[in-house]
T-cell receptor
């Protein structure tokens, strides 16, 4: 059974650019959540999608957005990148929004 | 409020037991989780416990939950050098925030041979 797949693994962008990250959940999982991990702030919740609808959103500016497709794959987008957006972005999927969230390996974004 | 606290470091000898502790604030939490993160990797789900349980055992891992004190612990028996990693405690967000996990800062476990 394939795990959660995140692409790309590494990304370098320039300030002001935008970026799109992709997450393919485990087959059959309908809930996809996104987290930002930084040394200073730790793991912070970005948003959650379930059946193509955003169900929860964390305390991030509107530059951070996401969506989920009918096959449960999800993308997150960050516009007008800032140096502080440099982080490991992790995606997690779950069958029923509760038991056992499985995480992907993450996308490491560096903004220069 | 939402807050999960962990001690930052733990050092043990190979073969000893490790106990990583965590406190949380939301008494309505239904699920509590332990994740492991190795350098450069994502989070690996180790185990989780439902809030109506006191204990859960899975091979070398034992989770104890004290709901009254809002205290969760993870015991690793016969700790190996391969267990060296950062361990995160997390609680499931309440009510309509069910898809959100609230993480502690992580405990860095160092296992010395």
């Amino acid at each position: 059974k394939a795990g959660v797949t995140q692409t790309p693994r590494y990304l370098i962008k320039t300030r002001g650019q935008q970026v799109t990250l992709s997450c393919s959940p485990i087959s059959g999982h309908r809930s996809v959540s996104w987290y930002q991990q930084t040394p200073g702030q730790g793991l912070q919740f970005l948003f959650e999608y379930f059946s193509e609808t955003q169900r929860n959103k964390g305390n991030f500016p509107g530059r951070f957005s996401g969506r989920q497709f009918s096959n449960s794959r999800s993308e997150m987008n960050v516009s007008t990148l800032e140096l502080g957006d440099s982080a490991l972005y992790l995606c997690a999927s779950s069958l029923n929004r509760g038991e056992g969230y499985t995480f992907g390996s993450g996308t490491r974004l560096t903004v220069v | 409020g939402e807050d999960v606290e962990q001690s930052l470091f733990l050092s043990v000898r190979e073969g000893d037991s490790s106990v990583i502790n965590c406190t949380y604030t939301d008494s309505s939490s239904t699920y509590l989780y332990w994740y492991k993160q190795e350098p450069g990797a994502g989070l690996q789900l180790l185990t989780y416990i439902f809030s109506n349980m006191d204990m859960k055992q899975d091979q070398r891992l034992t989770v104890l939950l004290n709901k009254k004190d809002k205290h969760l612990s993870l015991r690793i028996a016969d700790t190996q050098t391969g267990d060296s990693a950062i361990y995160f405690c997390a609680e499931k967000g309440p009510g309509n925030q069910g898809g959100k996990l609230i993480f502690g800062q992580g405990t860095e476990l160092s296992v010395k041979p």
